[in-house]
């Protein structure tokens, strides 16, 4: 009997940018059957630097998202992380949270979980890949299998182009356009896809 995929999307966000591309995986995810959490990890910034940026601290205030937790991990039997690129790397409120995750690793509870990454810089060789690459290490330490977005859909092939997650380039701030947001949904649909299957060759 087939499984209903359970997706969590778990990521960071500054100023909104990676709400958006989360909130596109989630609906991908949905129109698959899937339940979704999305899921937003603590801000560590300090106060001084969240006020002198306004669109960071407007997203700050609104709070719109429910703070991730352990149990969302346990929960899912996929799961999308998302960061925006800090030189390359993950920012380091999400790598706070993914730190806090050795009980479950130890106890074998993050293993066969399908996982996928997402992300966005400032300029166009500001680390796409190697953010979700870097974020990908973690899938890879909790046994996971680690799901690229890959090239079968023509929108990936002949617009957004990259096949290791969704991505985007915000150039002066500017929030994610249709083709990027239109990558991932295609990205929760292939996450609540290959969750759900997987998920139902185990319990079988």
Not at 30 to 42: F, H, K, S, Y
Not at 76 to 89: C, Q
Not at 120 to 131: F, V
Not at 139 to 166: A, C, I
């Amino acid at each position: 009997m087939p499984v209903t995929p359970r997706v969590a999307v778990v990521f960071y966000s500054a100023t909104g940018n990676l709400a958006a591309m989360a909130e596109a995986i989630g609906r991908g995810a949905e129109e698959t059957g899937a339940e979704v959490r999305l899921r937003i990890v603590p801000e560590l910034a300090p106060a001084e630097a969240v006020a002198a940026n306004p669109k960071w601290q407007a997203f700050v205030d609104e709070a719109r998202y429910e703070t991730a937790t352990l149990d969302d991990l346990e929960w899912a039997n996929g799961i999308a992380l998302g960061s925006p690129t800090r030189f390359g790397l993950p920012a380091g409120q999400l790598k706070e949270f993914l730190d806090t995750t050795g009980g479950l690793w130890f106890q074998g509870k993050l293993a066969d979980k399908v996982g996928t990454a997402f992300t966005s810089a400032s300029t166009g060789h500001g680390g796409l890949e190697s953010t979700i690459l870097a974020m990908n290490n973690v899938l890879y330490h909790w046994g996971s299998l680690v799901l690229p977005l890959g090239y079968g859909e023509r929108h990936l092939m002949k617009e957004s182009g990259n096949p290791y997650g969704g991505s985007f380039v915000s150039r002066s701030g500017a929030a994610p356009d249709d083709t990027a947001l239109e990558a991932c949904r295609l990205q929760g649909v292939r996450l609540a896809r290959f969750a759900g299957a997987v998920a139902t060759g185990l319990a079988g």
